[in-house]
């Protein structure tokens, strides 16, 4: 179920889409205060950035592990077991049944909070066929959303396109983080279906996921601040 009351500034969770550890942490050190949810995705996680978990836990910061796992159930238990002890605040699996069947077990009753990809969105219903599957991209995202809910993952992680249909359809139950969130006059780069902040909060998003918006910004700390501001006027 998502968190009752989330603090609006918690809402905003910076990519940390840098390519060591010494940038991240600079990075780290430019945002101060205006950031309070970071992202560690492949890219850092496997430039030795996993320590940073529990670095920026220590230091009241929450940290989203997105980590996409995906393997026979044990493995995926064991794993998120592991994970659980780093004091990730969110953790993503891939959103098959047994997967999430098996991070759901491996958090337990630690606070780490299980989302769900869906389907990855650089795939189109023509890659969907060709990787065997019969259902559509948005007949399987709509399958993918209510297994997760019945097997009791705390979120998924979704398309701006998919936010408001998810809203609907789990949004009571489930935390939604919204990644393809460009500020009003801000570089697309290669998102195509890009929401500003205020859109996605309003369309039903809980979270929003920003990387170069930020970490690429001339002044990341002015354009963090930017964000949240934006947030609050659109929960208002
Ligand atoms: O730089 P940008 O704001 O586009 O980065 C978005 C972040 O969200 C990246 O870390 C990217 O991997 C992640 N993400 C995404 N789209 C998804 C899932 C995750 O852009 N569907």
């Not at 570089?187 to 970490?215: C, S």
């Amino acid at each position: 179920m998502p968190i009752a009351k989330i603090e609006t500034r918690d809402r905003l969770i910076v990519g940390l889409d840098l390519p060591s550890v010494e940038a991240a942490e600079a990075m780290i050190a430019r945002l101060g205060d205006s950031v309070t949810f970071y992202k560690i995705g492949y890219q850092l996680a496997y430039a030795g950035g996993l320590p940073l978990i529990r670095k920026l836990a220590n230091a009241g910061k929450k940290v989203f592990a997105d980590l996409k796992l995906h393997d026979i159930g044990n493995t995926v238990t064991k794993g998120v077991e592991s994970i659980a002890k780093s004091g990730a605040t969110f953790l993503t699996v891939h959103a098959y049944p047994q997967t999430m069947t098996a991070a759901v077990e491996g958090r337990g009753t630690s606070a780490l909070r299980i989302l769900g990809v869906t389907v990855l969105t650089s795939y189109n219903n023509a890659d969907l066929q060709e990787a065997g599957y019969r259902l559509d991209v948005s007949a399987l995202v709509e399958t993918r959303a209510r297994q997760a809910q019945a097997i009791g993952v705390d979120g998924l992680v979704c398309s701006g396109e998919e936010v408001t249909h998810l809203s609907k359809l789990v949004g009571s139950r489930l935390d939604l983080v919204v990644p393809g969130i460009r500020p009003a006059g801000s570089d697309a780069g290669d998102q195509k279906r890009v929401m500003t902040p205020g859109q996605a909060i309003k369309a039903g998003a809980d979270y929003l996921v920003v990387a170069r918006p930020v970490v690429a910004a001339t002044d990341p700390k002015a354009a963090a601040e930017a964000i949240v501001t934006e947030i609050a006027s659109a929960l208002d």
